[in-house]
Structure formats: C-alpha cells, structure tokens
C-alpha cells in the first residue's frame, strides 16, 4: 500500500503523499517473518517448516517478478520473508515505517479525517513514547492471523489432553506417538496434520465437507467435530449422513479452525460503526471489501480471504490511491447512498457463492472478477493487467488441482511442480512435475 503511494509521488509531480507506515512489530515481513518460540508462548501463526501453498510465480507482486528460474516454485517462510525485503529495498519502503509503533486509536473526526493514536517502543531502556497525528486517509492492513478462532462445542472443556490451535503449532514433535486431532481440512490443517502424520501413532483430520470416515495410511479423515462425551471420546457426523463416528483415546487437539477479523484500536469511541463479530468472519460496512461505506477516506487492505495475497493487494492499494487523487483516471466511487445499499447487500449475502455469513469475504475462484473491477476503479485496466490476472488465474487452477488430488497424509508431491509463467499467452509452461500431466497449456 505504502508502495502504491509513493508510485503515484512519482508519476504524478502535482500530487505529493506523505506516507507514513505503522508497524508494530521490529521489522517487516508481518507473519512470514519466523521466529521460534518454542521457549514462550507462541502466538503468530508461522510454523518452522512450513512451505508455501502457492507457488512463488502467482504470489509475486506485479512490480516484482519471481520465480520462473527452475527452481522450487514452492519456497519456504524464509525465501518469502527474503522476497518482502527485496521489494521494500527496491521500492525504498524503508524510509516511510516506523517500527515498534502500536497502533491504539482510531477516531473519525468531523471534517471526515482520521486522528491516530499510537505508541512507540524506542528500544532504549524500554522507553515508550506516545503519539497522536492527524491523516487524510487512513489504510488499515492489520491483516486478520492474530485472533484465532475456536469452535463452541459441546464437552470441549471436559477434554483431558491438550488443545492448542494452529497459531500456537510449531512442529510435530511434541505429538510423537500420540493419537491426535486436527479440526479443520483447509490448507493449514491439510499441512499441519501431513506434519504431524509422520511422527504421531495417528492423525483424525476433520472436514466439514467430509460425510463419512476414510483411513488412509496412520490418518483417518472425519466428517465435522460435533461433540466430546464423558469418557473423552470426540463425536463427529456430518449433516448429509445418519452415520457417527466416535474416536477414542485421542490425546491432543489441533484447532486449524481459522481466525476472526479484529481491530482492537476501532471501538465506541472511533465514530465509524464498524461491526466485526467474532465467530462471523465478516467486517461491516465495507464497499466492494475495501472502503468503509459511509467513510471511504478509512480502508481495509486484505480482507478477502481463501485468495492469492501479493497481487490482490498491490491492485488493491492502487485503487485505494486513485480515488484520492484530484483528477480520477479511473471509475469513482458511488454517492454515500449507493456505497451503503451496496455493502449492506454484500454483508446479507453469503459471500460470492451465497453460502453462510463466515463465506463473506470469501473469494477464491472469484478474486479474478473482483481484481478485474478494482483494477477499473483505479484505472490499471488494459491488456496487460488483463494477462496478469489471466495468468495467475491459470497457475492457481493447475496448483489448486494438484494440492486437492492430495491424499490426506500422503506424500507432499505438488510442492515438487516448477513454474514458469508466460504473460503473453496467459499460461504457464512447467518445468518439473511428479504428477505426470502435459507441461504446457
């Protein structure tokens, strides 16, 4: 977003942002940055050998090619984290971050700017100094992997081993010949419970999406968690099925049950009437999941979710930026009316596919569309924006297709795909592959 602002500096003289970047943490890279807290309570959601799901080719930034040089396209939190410094050197992101800076709040003033509070940590004996700072616009990109998120069931306090959720997971020792539960079939728990499936006596993965008991290997898959009994035992069944299964002598839980939105410096007293309600997963008002509808002068980067981060964002930020300037290039927003109907008909829809209030940001296979628009809103739409999203489009399918013929528990041969794109076509050619499919298309 910082970069998106800057860009505009440098193409447009008459319009000059002083852009300001709030950081907590010490340095940048956000949860790619792994740090092992094995001796403390972990609470960031990377763990020591996780390897992206996508491959580094789709996750680029525009701006900032990588991949497509035969190498792993699947890379590790560290070459991620090395790709997030390249782009912030490139691009001279440095200058405009304040590190240690906590935000603590946000208040939407009368003249429709935003006042921010915030402290400092100066790293010198511990000093903290505090601010508070007048915006024009303000961009929240808080993300959402700090509040986990845990299910209410039934007897789940009455349960004697060990519960956790993935934030806390850091590798599959611990779980060494123990029988163990993950929650939760999305990528997290796919690569969590493989992890652990390796080293445990046994793994039961439960899917919402399952509808009967399959046994791969030392890993079981089981239709969604219903209920813990008295005698320990977990219960799980599937609404599309009269069969239950009952698991017994499990001695941890892995909750990979996701997060929820949270935004601890927006509150009462913020004048902006946001509604995020845990266990929801849906953040309210917002138009087109960017701009909060009655205050667009305050948006959100990086809500959507189930999406390939990088690029989605980078568009983003841009059209973020193009309704600030003073001559808009692209498409400006609706009036306040427009803006409210419009997020008020997104927030009671179910997300994309018309599924449940927890799919509301929920784009997958329909974040190209919505790149598409943003990138109109800004303007950015032509040719070749359209083969980006094009291509990327092509890599996640054919990575997605790969990482769903998994079996659960089985080899990680996916990870092994190499990349290589081709914009000009729309397509990709692939270099090395287990799989054994056509490496062009």
């Given at each position: 977003?910082?970069?998106?602002?800057?860009?505009?500096?440098?193409?447009?003289?008459?319009?000059?942002?002083?852009?300001?970047?709030?950081?907590?943490?010490?340095?940048?890279?956000?949860?790619?940055?792994?740090?092992?807290?094995?001796?403390?309570?972990?609470?960031?959601?990377?763990?020591?050998?996780?390897?992206?799901?996508?491959?580094?080719?789709?996750?680029?930034?525009?701006?900032?090619?990588?991949?497509?040089?035969?190498?792993?396209?699947?890379?590790?939190?560290?070459?991620?984290?090395?790709?997030?410094?390249?782009?912030?050197?490139?691009?001279?992101?440095?200058?405009?971050?304040?590190?240690?800076?906590?935000?603590?709040?946000?208040?939407?003033?009368?003249?429709?700017?935003?006042?921010?509070?915030?402290?400092?940590?100066?790293?010198?004996?511990?000093?903290?100094?505090?601010?508070?700072?007048?915006?024009?616009?303000?961009?929240?990109?808080?993300?959402?992997?700090?509040?986990?998120?845990?299910?209410?069931?039934?007897?789940?306090?009455?349960?004697?081993?060990?519960?956790?959720?993935?934030?806390?997971?850091?590798?599959?020792?611990?779980?060494?010949?123990?029988?163990?539960?993950?929650?939760?079939?999305?990528?997290?728990?796919?690569?969590?419970?493989?992890?652990?499936?390796?080293?445990?006596?046994?793994?039961?993965?439960?899917?919402?999406?399952?509808?009967?008991?399959?046994?791969?290997?030392?890993?079981?898959?089981?239709?969604?968690?219903?209920?813990v009994d008295e005698n320990g035992g977990v219960h799980f069944s599937s609404p599309r099925s009269a069969e239950e299964h009952v698991a017994v002598d499990i001695d941890a839980i892995v909750f990979c049950s996701g997060y929820d939105y949270d935004f601890p410096f927006i509150n009462e007293k913020s004048n902006l009437e946001l509604q995020f309600t845990p266990g929801e997963r849906r953040v309210q008002p917002l138009y087109e999941q960017t701009w909060h509808a009655r205050c667009p002068s305050v948006s959100f980067i990086g809500i959507p979710h189930s999406i390939v981060p990088f690029p989605l964002c980078e568009i983003q930020a841009a059209a973020i930026v193009s309704q600030t300037r003073q001559q808009i290039n692209g498409i400006p927003l609706p009036c306040l009316s427009d803006r409210l109907a419009a997020a008020s008909e997104d927030a009671a829809s179910g997300g994309p596919n018309g599924a449940r209030v927890q799919e509301t940001h929920n784009l997958a296979s329909h974040q190209w569309d919505f790149c598409r628009k943003l990138a109109k809103i800004s303007g950015d739409y032509d040719d070749e924006m359209e083969k980006f999203i094009a291509t990327n489009k092509a890599i996640y399918d054919r990575s997605g297709q790969e990482r769903k013929s998994m079996i659960p528990g089985g080899d990680d041969v996916y990870r092994e795909t190499r990349f290589r794109r081709n914009d000009e076509n729309q397509s990709y050619e692939i270099l090395y592959s287990k799989t054994g499919t056509k490496s062009t298309v």
């Amino acid at each position: 977003t910082a970069r998106a602002f800057l860009r505009e500096n440098e193409l447009n003289q008459n319009t000059q942002y002083d852009v300001t970047v709030l950081e907590s943490r010490d340095s940048i890279g956000g949860i790619w940055k792994y740090e092992d807290q094995t001796k403390t309570e972990k609470n960031r959601p990377m763990y020591r050998n996780l390897r992206t799901n996508l491959p580094k080719e789709l996750m680029a930034y525009r701006e900032l090619p990588w991949g497509s040089d035969g190498e792993a396209s699947y890379v590790t939190h560290k070459d991620v984290l090395e790709y997030l410094e390249a782009y912030a050197n490139k691009f001279d992101l440095l200058k405009c971050i304040s590190f240690g800076s906590s935000v603590k709040q946000l208040t939407v003033l009368d003249d429709d700017q935003i006042s921010l509070e915030w402290t400092t940590n100066t790293g010198e004996n511990g000093n903290v100094e505090t601010h508070k700072q007048t915006f024009d616009n303000v961009c929240v990109c808080n993300g959402h992997y700090a509040r986990p998120a845990i299910p209410r069931l039934e007897g789940l306090d009455t349960f004697s081993g060990d519960i956790i959720h993935a934030i806390e997971y850091d590798n599959a020792q611990p779980y060494a010949g123990k029988t163990v539960l993950c929650v939760g079939a999305k990528p997290s728990g796919l690569d969590i419970s493989r992890e652990i499936g390796l080293v445990a006596k046994h793994v039961y993965l439960s899917d919402s999406a399952c509808d009967k008991m399959q046994t791969f290997g030392n890993v079981s898959l089981m239709p969604r968690m219903q209920s813990v009994d008295e005698n320990g035992g977990v219960h799980f069944s599937s609404p599309r099925s009269a069969e239950e299964h009952v698991a017994v002598d499990i001695d941890a839980i892995v909750f990979c049950s996701g997060y929820d939105y949270d935004f601890p410096f927006i509150n009462e007293k913020s004048n902006l009437e946001l509604q995020f309600t845990p266990g929801e997963r849906r953040v309210q008002p917002l138009y087109e999941q960017t701009w909060h509808a009655r205050c667009p002068s305050v948006s959100f980067i990086g809500i959507p979710h189930s999406i390939v981060p990088f690029p989605l964002c980078e568009i983003q930020a841009a059209a973020i930026v193009s309704q600030t300037r003073q001559q808009i290039n692209g498409i400006p927003l609706p009036c306040l009316s427009d803006r409210l109907a419009a997020a008020s008909e997104d927030a009671a829809s179910g997300g994309p596919n018309g599924a449940r209030v927890q799919e509301t940001h929920n784009l997958a296979s329909h974040q190209w569309d919505f790149c598409r628009k943003l990138a109109k809103i800004s303007g950015d739409y032509d040719d070749e924006m359209e083969k980006f999203i094009a291509t990327n489009k092509a890599i996640y399918d054919r990575s997605g297709q790969e990482r769903k013929s998994m079996i659960p528990g089985g080899d990680d041969v996916y990870r092994e795909t190499r990349f290589r794109r081709n914009d000009e076509n729309q397509s990709y050619e692939i270099l090395y592959s287990k799989t054994g499919t056509k490496s062009t298309v």
